[in-house]
Nanobody
Framework: QVQLVESGGALVQAGDSLRLSCAAS????????MGWFRQAPGKEREFVAA????????YYADSVRGRFTISRDNAKNTVYLQMNSLKPEDTAIYYC???????????????????WGQGTQVTVSS
């Protein structure tokens, strides 16, 4: 089983940058792939980005491509989400997720991720 803990959420202004972290407990093996999702009040949880731990392949939602960067540090069992040029519409609770299956199929599907953190709040004021 995998336990995930997000951190780094904050209240920032439009145009600011922020880096979120997701720490996995115990050992994280290369077969586990990681993703970031977000959920704004009254909206469904949506895909943000994903990364494969063994291949270094990354995926991004169109709304964040070019502004957000997902990365990993296998020695620390940690995945990061660097968020630049933040916009008010980025305001949401950000969740870290993990899956043992590959990312080739259903990278954006919540149903295919097996483990979830409790989330960290990101608020972007205008």
């Amino acid at each position: 089983q995998v336990q995930l803990v997000e951190s780094g959420g904050a209240l920032v202004q439009a145009g600011d940058s922020l880096r979120l972290s997701c720490a996995a407990s115990g050992r994280t093996f290369s077969s586990y792939n990681m993703g970031w999702f977000r959920q704004a009040p009254g909206k469904e949880r949506e895909f943000v980005a994903a990364i494969s731990w063994n291949g270094g392949t990354t995926y991004y939602a169109d709304s964040v491509r070019g502004r957000f960067t997902i990365s990993r540090d296998n020695a620390k069992n940690t995945v990061y989400l660097q968020m630049n040029s933040l916009k008010p519409e980025d305001t949401a609770i950000y969740y870290c997720a993990a899956r043992a299956t590959g990312l080739r199929f259903g990278v954006r599907s919540r149903e295919l991720y097996d483990y979830w953190g409790q989330g960290t709040q990101v608020t972007v004021s205008s």
